[in-house]
């Protein structure tokens, strides 16, 4: 099993930034690729970056591209997610993802094995 628990979430204006922070345990961080998705009221979970196990690839969706940026400390179990230029469209719970495998990454909801608690991001207009 792996825990995730994500911090870092909350209130913004309108290009305003973030970090959140997603810890792990349980099992060998480097194991596993690590990704965000988002889910705003009403819409399907989506996803938003991912990394593989050593930081060498990231993939972000075309909605925060530019504007977020996924990274990793191996050493501190530790996934990140800064986000910049923040808009109200990217109001919504923030989860953390874990997936098995040291060369893939994770870009499907379908393809994750753990999911953390999720952390609410609103951002004001």
């Known amino acids: 099993q792996v825990q995730l628990v994500e911090s870092g979430g909350g209130l913004v204006q309108a290009g305003g930034s973030l970090r959140l922070s997603c810890a792990a345990s349980?099992?060998?961080?480097?194991?596993?690729?690590m990704g965000w998705f988002r889910q705003a009221t009403g819409k399907s979970r989506e996803f938003v970056a991912t990394?593989?196990?050593?930081?060498?690839?990231?993939s972000y969706a075309d909605s925060v591209k530019g504007r977020f940026t996924i990274s990793r400390d191996n050493a501190k179990n530790t996934v990140y997610l800064q986000m910049n230029s923040l808009k109200p469209e990217d109001t919504a719970v923030y989860y953390c993802?874990?997936?098995?495998?040291?060369?893939?990454?994770?870009?499907?909801?379908?393809?994750?094995?753990?999911w953390g608690q999720g952390t609410q991001v609103t951002v004001s207009s």
């Open positions: 993802a874990a997936r098995f495998g040291p060369e893939v990454l994770v870009v499907s909801p379908r393809a994750v094995e753990y």
């Open positions: 349980g099992r060998t961080f480097t194991n596993y690729a």
């Open positions: 990394i593989n196990w050593s930081g060498s690839r990231t």
